[in-house]
């Protein structure tokens, strides 16, 4: 019931980091469940693999990667750079 009394104006840090936290779950909350709709028809008869673990952080990851792909794809020095500092 913390949440009752705050005024949420953002004057104290307790209330920036409460709207923050609470603006973060919101975004997982919708990025998770567009996941959901983009695999739904594409996983088969087998629904309940949206209930499973090891699927989801492979999805997670997968997306993470082809971002990843994208990016380096479009700026190809920067995968030259990346490499750099791991070489340093």
């Known amino acids: 019931m913390k949440w009752f009394n705050l005024n949420f104006e953002?004057?104290?840090?307790?209330?920036?980091?409460?709207l923050q936290n609470k603006d973060d779950a919101w975004d997982s909350?919708?990025?998770?469940?567009?996941?959901?709709?983009?695999?739904?028809n594409r996983i088969g008869d087998d629904?309940?693999?949206?209930?499973d673990n090891k699927w989801w952080a492979h999805i997670r990851y997968l997306?993470?990667?082809?971002?990843?792909?994208?990016?380096?794809?479009?700026e190809p020095?920067?995968?030259?750079?990346?490499?750099?500092?791991f070489t340093s």
């Open 63 to 74: 997306t993470f990667a082809n971002r990843l792909k994208i990016i380096f794809e479009s």
């Open 47 to 51: 629904k309940s693999l949206v209930l």
């Open 10 to 18: 953002g004057e104290t840090q307790e209330e920036i980091d409460f």
């Open 77 to 85: 020095g920067l995968m030259k750079e990346l490499r750099r500092l």
């Open 29 to 40: 909350t919708l990025t998770y469940s567009q996941e959901v709709l983009s695999w739904w």
